[in-house]
């Protein structure tokens, strides 16, 4: 029978779980410094843990339930991962480099309800929630990867972009977060890991009061309720007017820059007016916000959206800059491979059918 991965356990709830087990305290900050700065595979290489809690973990635990199922490697250094968990699932991981160090982009769904009708990922409804242990797996895995090319390089930075709404699966998504930045552990620094919604207004206030030092980064896409709606379903539920509320409360509890998510979709919504209009809405944020412009990556699935000429890229940017909004257009990475968010796991999914 498949065990649940020790990763999902924050190291309160390990050391919790082992005390009311018989454990000494001490147990949890061994199987800790194993786990996250020796990373073994096995419970059997913790030789410094007794046979007794070497028998309680195995029995009730597993290290590895993620399975590498593809992994493509693009020349400028992105790493694409389908993973296999215990039910058979597939879901996707990117490592990528940047000057700055190595981001992991994780996934939190399989599949996703949000229905953007840009996302290969959204074709595919949700299925189910990963858990914690399923979500810091994947960067485990990575930083496996990392460690395996044997040059000391880590994990710096983290990105919950992946497939799924994150604020979907939120607890999860909080014990995850919990684990990755404990500084017995992995300690990836708040500042360094980002969070991206589609917009779930009443989570961005909850999560502005549990982790006010995490980025935000919020799917925005359109400048108008009419044309969100046309691009993202999730809009007719919670219209931009409600969503804007939930970011001042954000902007106004964290004092933190938030990020917005522009997808640039050929004569959809890269026009000038479509620009002014976005920097209007956001005008009152301008000193606290960031506007990512992210060219469409066309997909086989969605023959309906081109990307934007450059052209049109650039006067979006100028009008934006124009106005005092601080924005910049996104570099692409693994453009030889897979790249776009779901692109791998559908492709895979198609071929398995
Ligand atoms: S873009 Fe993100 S939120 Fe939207 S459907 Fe795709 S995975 Fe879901």
Redesign the pocket.
């Known amino acids: 029978m498949s065990k649940p991965s020790i990763y999902g356990l924050t190291f309160e709830q390990l050391t919790d779980w082992l005390i009311e087990y018989g454990h000494k305290k001490f147990r949890a900050q061994q199987v800790w410094g194993w786990l996250y700065q020796k990373r073994v595979k096995d419970f059997a290489e913790m030789t410094n843990v007794n046979k007794d809690c070497l028998q309680l973990l195995e029995e009730h635990y597993d290290i590895q339930t993620l399975e590498e199922h593809v992994k493509q490697e693009s020349k400028d250094g992105t790493v694409k991962f389908l993973f296999r968990l215990q039910d058979g699932n597939l879901i996707e991981t990117v490592l990528m480099k940047h000057k700055y160090g190595y981001s992991v982009c994780v996934t939190t769904q399989v599949g996703?309800n949000?229905?953007?009708s840009f996302?290969a990922?959204?074709l595919l409804k949700k299925s189910r929630d990963l858990s914690s242990g399923e979500i810091v797996e994947q960067i485990m895995n990575v930083q496996h990867y990392l460690d395996g090319l044997g040059q000391e390089q880590r994990v710096s930075h983290i990105v919950v972009m992946g497939?799924?709404?994150p604020f979907d699966n939120f607890e999860n998504l909080i014990d995850f977060l919990d684990v990755v930045k404990d500084q017995k552990g992995l300690a990836i620094g708040a500042r360094h890991i980002t969070v991206s919604t589609?917009g779930l207004a009443d989570k961005v206030r909850k999560f502005a009061d549990v982790h006010s030092q995490v980025n935000l980064a919020i799917?925005l896409h359109a400048p108008n309720n009419e044309l969100r709606s046309q691009i993202?379903k999730l809009n007719r539920a919670i219209p931009i007017e409600k969503l804007m509320d939930a970011i001042d409360y954000y902007l106004e509890k964290t004092n933190r820059r938030i990020t917005f998510e522009y997808i640039l979709l050929k004569d959809v919504n890269d026009k000038k007016e479509h620009a002014l209009e976005l920097a209007e809405l956001i005008a009152d944020k301008r000193k606290l916000s960031y506007v990512n412009l992210i060219p469409y990556n066309p997909v086989d699935e969605h023959g309906q959206y081109q990307r934007s000429t450059d052209e049109a890229i650039r006067t979006f940017f100028d009008t934006l800059k124009k106005k005092g909004i601080n924005c910049g257009v996104r570099l692409e990475h693994g453009t030889d491979i897979d790249a776009a968010?779901?692109q791998l796991r559908s492709k895979q999914i198609k071929k398995a059918k």
Do not use: F, L, R, V
């Open positions: 996703c949000i229905g953007c996302c990922s959204g497939i799924g709404e589609s799917s993202m968010c779901g």
